[in-house]
C-alpha cells in the first residue's frame, strides 16, 4: 500500500511506531509529485528535495528521541500559496509577486511545523484567491484528479487536488466564501472552514479580512480536526484572533448523533441544484436520521441576497488590501514607464489578472463617494441580516445539513466566460463567511459521470465539534455501506 492513500493520522500513527520513517513518506510523496504533477500541476513551488528530506530526517531524529510526539510529526503537507512561508515563494499565483520571498512565517504554518510537519511545496490557486475553479492563476490551471477535463473548485484546488491525487497527506487552505469547502466538494476530499478567529490570519496574504480563515484539507474527518486541533491558537499578531479553551477538536470524534437536531434550508433544494447533487446529499442526510438524528426541513430566508452582500463586501476588502501592490516595495513592477503615477498605473495593468482587476473595480466602485452608501452599507446590513437569520436557526437545531455546491465539478473553461454563473457556484457557501460560522464538507456520492458531490454541515459560531461528530458519524456509517 502506498503511503501517500493512508490518511495523515495513519501515516503518523506509523512513523510513531517506527514502521516507516518520516524521510521514507517524503520521498513518496515526491515521487507521486514526479510522476502526477504534468498530469494535474496541483504545485507552484515544489521545495528542493534535499531540503525537504533535511527537514525529514530531523524531525524523524526528534520522533526518535521523543521530543516530538504529536500526531502529525513526520508527515508531508502542502500548503496554499497565499501562506507565507519564510525563504520559500510566495506568489499568490500571480504574476504581481512573482519571485516574492517573505521574511516570516504564517503563524498557523509555524504551528504546523512545531508539531513536526515536512512541508512539501506551495500550492497552486486562484489568482490572489478570487475565483471558483483554479483557473485564474497567472501559473496555469490545475486539473481535477477524478477526471483532468474538469475543474478543481478553487480559489484552494491547487491544496485539493493535491491531497486527492496523493501528492501529500494533508494541505491547507484559506476560504473566504467557500475556497476550502467547494473544492473539496469536486475533489472528493475532507476540508473544513472554522469559526472566524479560530485559526490565526496572520501570515496570510489577505483577500477579504472580515471574511478569510485558514482551514485544514484532509483525506477524512479525523485529518480535519487533528489538522484544525494542531492549527488553532491565539495570536497577539492577529487582531481578530480569538482565545478559546475548546480546541480539542478530536475529542469529538465519536459516532453518535442520537437527537442532534439537523435543519435543512428548502432555500438550498430548489431551482439551480442539479437533482443527482440533490439526491446524494438528501441521501446522507437519511442515513445520519439512521443514527438517531432528527431531521426537519426550514426557511433559512436571504439566501438570494448572500451572493451580492458577498461579492460587494469582499471586492471592497480587496479593492483595499490590493492597493499595497503597486511596484514599489516588493512583487512585480513594470519595465518601462514615465514618472511615480504611470509606473503605477502600468505594473498594476501588468501585474494584475482579469479576474482580479474585475474585482478591484468593484470594489472601488462601491467604495467610492456617492456609491458607499448605496452599496457597500446596504451590504453591511444585509450581512448582518443574515448572521440573525442564522441565529435564529441555531436557536432549533444544532447542525444545518445542505449541499457544498449546486453542481459537480464543470469542466474546464466552462466558467471564466460566465463570471456571474461562476460567482452563483458559492450559494450555499458563503453565507457561512458572512456570518463567520464553521462548516465542513465530506464527501457524500458522485454523479453519473464519477466526479465527486460534498455534504456540507454548518455549525454554530465555535461548535466545531456538533460539525465534527456528525461529520464522523456519516463517514463512518457510508464506510460501512460501500
Known amino acids: 500500500m502506498s503511503l501517500m492513500s493512508l490518511t495523515a493520522v495513519e501515516l503518523g500513527r506509523k512513523i510513531r511506531a517506527g514502521e516507516v520513517t518520516a524521510t521514507e513518506a517524503a520521498q513518496e510523496a515526491l515521487a507521486q509529485i514526479r510522476e502526477k504533477e504534468d498530469s494535474i500541476h496541483s504545485f507552484v513551488t515544489v521545495r528542493e528535495e ?21 500526531p502529525l510529526a513526520g508527515v508531508p503537507a502542502a500548503l496554499k500559496d497565499n501562506l507565507c512561508t519564510e525563504g520559500i515563494l510566495t506568489t499568490c499565483s500571480s ?21 513536526g510537519v515536512v512541508v512539501i511545496g506551495k500550492t497552486n490557486m486562484d489568482e490572489f484567491a478570487m475565483g471558483s475553479t483554479t483557473e485564474t492563476s497567472a501559473y496555469g490551471v490545475t486539473r481535477n484528479p477524478h477526471n483532468t477535463e474538469h475543474v478543481p473548485g478553487g480559489s484552494s484546488g491547487g491544496s485539493c487536488a493535491a491531497v486527492a491525487a496523493g501528492e501529500c497527506s494533508f494541505a491547507l487552505g484559506s476560504d473566504t466564501g467557500g475556497s476550502i469547502r467547494q473544492p473539496s466538494s469536486f475533489c472528493g476530499v475532507a476540508g473544513m472552514k472554522p469559526t472566524y478567529g479560530t485559526v490565526s490570519r496572520y501570515g496570510l496574504i489577505a483577500y477579504g479580512s472580515s471574511l478569510d480563515q485558514i482551514g485544514p484539507i484532509g483525506r477524512d474527518v479525523t485529518d480535519c480536526a487533528t489538522i484544525l486541533e494542531t492549527i488553532a491558537s491565539y495570536d497577539k499578531k492577529d487582531s481578530t484572533s480569538i482565545p478559546r479553551e475548546d480546541t480539542d477538536f478530536t475529542s469529538a470524534l465519536v459516532e453518535d448523533v442520537r437527537g442532534m437536531r439537523i435543519g435543512i434550508p428548502k432555500d438550498y433544494f430548489g431551482e439551480g441544484l442539479d437533482s443527482e447533487v440533490a439526491e446524494a446529499v438528501l441521501t446522507a442526510a437519511k442515513e445520519l436520521e439512521k443514527k438517531g438524528a432528527v431531521l426537519e426541513e426550514f426557511d433559512l430566508s436571504l439566501v438570494e441576497y448572500a451572493i451580492p452582500a458577498y461579492y460587494v463586501i469582499a471586492c471592497a476588502e480587496a479593492s483595499s488590501n490590493l492597493s499595497r501592490f503597486d511596484g514599489v516595495k516588493y512583487g512585480y513592477r513594470a519595465e518601462k514607464y514615465e514618472g511615480l503615477h504611470d509606473m503605477y498605473k502600468k505594473t498594476r495593468s501588468e501585474g494584475f489578472g482579469t479576474e482580479v482587476k474585475r474585482r478591484i473595480m468593484l470594489g472601488s466602485f462601491v467604495l467610492s463617494s456617492g456609491y458607499y452608501d448605496a452599496y457597500y452599507l446596504k451590504a453591511l446590513r444585509t450581512k448582518a441580516l443574515i448572521k440573525q437569520a442564522f441565529d435564529r436557526a441555531f436557536g432549533t437545531y444544532d447542525v444545518i445539513l445542505s449541499p457544498a455546491a449546486p453542481t459537480t465539478a464543470p469542466k474546464i473553461g466552462e466558467s471564466l466566460g460566465n ?20 462548516g465542513i464538507t465530506v464527501p457524500c456520492g458522485a454523479d453519473h459521470a464519477g466526479l465527486p458531490v460534498g455534504l456540507q454541515l454548518i455549525g454554530d459560531c465555535f461548535q466545531e465539534k456538533n460539525l465534527i461528530r456528525a461529520a464522523y458519524t456519516y463517514e463512518r456509517e457510508r464506510g460501512r455501506s460501500k
Open 50 to 70: 534535499d531540503q525537504i528530506l533535511a527537514d525529514a530526517a530531523r524531525v524523524q531524529k526528534q520522533i526518535k528521541e521523543g521530543t516530538l510526539s504529536g
Open 419 to 438: 463570471p456571474i454563473q461562476m460567482y452563483l457556484g458559492d450559494i450555499y457557501t458563503i453565507s457561512v463567511n458572512l456570518a463567520g460560522l464553521p
Open 95 to 115: 504574476k504581481m509577486l512573482a519571485g516574492f520571498q517573505p521574511t516570516y512565517t504564517a503563524e498557523a504554518v509555524r504551528n504546523l511545523e512545531q508539531a
